[in-house]
């Protein structure tokens, strides 16, 4: 089998110079009320920005990268120490933004020897489930799903990498934002039968973004960080309202 090809150090050079030069400019809404002879009403100021974490930006430019030069699965990323080098950031930074990209199925991080790109997964077409479940309790469906998601909770716990599972939390250590939490549970979990059963019964029992729903998603989360399956299970129980 060929080696991965890798990138050459002159395209690598070439494209995150001007990818970073041309990066957009992010306005700081109070140094420019600040020059304003009048000061403008409350209701007139916008909204606080909200500024992405750098190793969500690292990932979106490193996937952008992938994109521009038409990479192909199998293709390898230059090492992480001139990758860090041409965008200026530490290496735990961009470690961050890997497992980032891994998590989200782009690139897999094999340990010795970079990061790979892989294959884009193809979402499948899900057959129509309405008549299936329509004779269904609900509240036997709700149940059904917590039971698949405590045994694939229990599965992303008992993951060996460590660094993955890190990728629940965010940069100031509490959890990844509530959307995120389970697509990063499934991502560690792969493929299998409780996958399909999951994929299967969320099109009849999807969450409610409640703040209960919320709290356990969060104990989930830090449950499968520190690597306590039992916890993750548990934090499954009450999800979804009975």
Request: glycine share 6%; proline share 7%; hydrophobic share 50%.
């Amino acid at each position: 089998m060929a080696a991965p090809r890798g990138v050459s150090d002159a395209r690598l050079h070439a494209y995150f110079r001007i990818g970073l030069a041309s990066a957009p400019l992010v306005v700081n809404v109070n140094r420019l009320c600040a020059v304003t002879k009048k000061r403008p009403r409350a209701s007139a100021v916008p909204e606080r920005l909200e500024r992405p974490r750098l190793y969500v930006q690292l990932a979106d430019h490193i996937a952008r990268f992938i994109e521009a030069q038409g990479l192909s699965p199998g293709d390898r990323l230059p090492p992480e120490r001139l990758l860090a080098a041409e965008l200026g950031v530490s290496r735990a930074s961009l470690s961050r933004a890997l497992v980032a990209l891994e998590v989200q199925g782009k690139v897999e991080v094999q340990h010795g020897n970079g990061a790979v790109v892989l294959a884009p997964t193809l979402e499948e077409e899900k057959p129509d489930l309405a008549a299936l479940w329509a004779e269904r309790d609900p509240a036997e469906l709700a149940r059904a799903r917590e039971a698949v998601m405590a045994g694939l909770a229990r599965s992303a716990a008992a993951h060996p990498d460590r660094s993955l599972r890190l990728a629940l939390l965010d940069a100031d250590g509490s959890p990844v934002r509530f959307r995120d939490t389970w697509p990063c549970v499934r991502r560690l979990t792969g493929p299998g039968l409780l996958a399909e059963l999951d994929d299967v019964l969320a099109e009849a029992a999807p969450f409610d973004e409640t703040q209960v729903a919320a709290d356990r998603l969060t104990l989930l989360a830090r449950a499968v960080v520190v690597g306590d399956p039992d916890a993750a299970a548990s934090a499954c129980a009450g999800l979804f309202r009975l």
